[in-house]
């Protein structure tokens, strides 16, 4: 394979190349953009590392920097990149706690994917002294990937990760 071609899946998409892109500062899930996933016949992993993610407390408006961390399985979609980029920058004029944050990116890629299997890490700095860092995970229902969840929720701090944004 040389490459993708027009047909799978790239004449759909808005973001990628545009010169004129608009930077939502409210939460925009709709930005997201999938392609087809053209190795769907194998299980592999897709990583995203973010670095400058900002929200903002709910109740104090001051804001919450993380790294967040995405970690998937795609079945038949993986995420356009520039899309997921734009996205996670449109919460950072929204106002929600560091667990809820790290659900809706689940969420939304959820609904927008269907992967296989799929995780997101939020390691935020401290605030007042203290640092919050969820993690949630989610596998396909009925599979193995379900039963890959539920090992990965009760062992994934069994071995904590370098905490590197601190």
């Known amino acids: 394979m040389s490459g993708r071609n027009h047909e799978e899946g790239l004449k759909d998409l808005t973001l990628l190349g545009n010169q004129n892109t608009q930077y939502s500062f409210d939460y925009a899930p709709e930005v997201l953009e999938a392609v087809d996933n053209l190795h769907s016949n194998r299980d592999y992993f897709v990583k995203f590392n973010c670095p400058e993610f900002t929200s903002?407390?709910?109740?104090?408006?001051?804001?919450?920097?993380?790294?967040?961390?995405?970690?998937?399985?795609?079945?038949?979609?993986?995420?356009?990149?520039?899309?997921?980029?734009?996205?996670?920058f449109s919460f950072r004029n929204h106002g929600d706690f560091h667990e809820d944050c790290v659900n809706i990116i689940m969420n939304d890629l959820i609904k927008l994917l269907d992967p296989r299997y799929i995780e997101v890490w939020g390691k935020f700095t401290p605030r007042g002294g203290i640092s919050i860092d969820p993690w949630c995970n989610y596998g396909k229902p009925g599979t193995k990937y379900e039963e890959m969840a539920h090992y990965r929720l009760m062992n994934h701090d069994l071995n904590p990760e370098k905490i590197d944004n601190r």
């Open 56 to 88: 903002l407390c709910p109740l104090t408006h001051q804001p919450d920097f993380a790294t967040m961390y995405i970690s998937y399985i795609p079945d038949k979609k993986i995420v356009e990149s520039k899309s997921l980029k734009l996205y996670l």
